[in-house]
């Protein structure tokens, strides 16, 4: 039987991310053409989305959501300025030889206390 394998998801979770900056949708769409550009991937759409805050506070701003749909398939962000979380999903059917060099990027670009990384085989049986 033929064994395919779709790509592979990189789960990247920011923990401890305090500045505001990194929950509004115009900072997000900078690191997606960035990671784009670094990832040597190829960029078909970009969309995003700033969110009102969730729990009535009206002096600061909710999360954030932005998505680049790719030839390789898409890399998503999506922010919880209330958790002060960042979490990022990469899934590629692209080469995986650049993630190392995306994942050094996003590391120092944003400020956090906590990053926890996790790759996923997709497509792929037993």
């Not at 790509?7 to 500045?19: C, E, K, P, Q, R």
């Not at 115009?26 to 078909?44: A, D, P």
């Not at 590391?107 to 037993?126: A, S």
């Amino acid at each position: 039987m033929f064994q395919m394998k779709a790509g592979i998801s990189i789960l990247i979770d920011f923990f401890g991310v305090y500045a505001p900056e990194f929950h509004d949708a115009t900072t997000l769409n900078s690191l997606l053409k960035q990671m784009i550009e670094i990832g040597g991937l190829t960029k078909i759409y970009l969309a995003s989305h700033q969110f009102k805050t969730q729990y009535g506070d009206t002096q600061s701003a909710g999360g954030a959501t932005a998505f680049a749909l790719l030839a390789e398939s898409h890399i998503s962000i999506h922010t919880w300025p209330e958790f002060n979380e960042l979490l990022i999903d990469v899934f590629t059917c692209g080469s995986e030889e650049r993630i190392p060099a995306m994942l050094d990027f996003l590391k120092k670009q944003i400020p956090h206390t906590e990053m926890r990384v996790t790759r996923l085989k997709r497509g792929e049986k037993d």
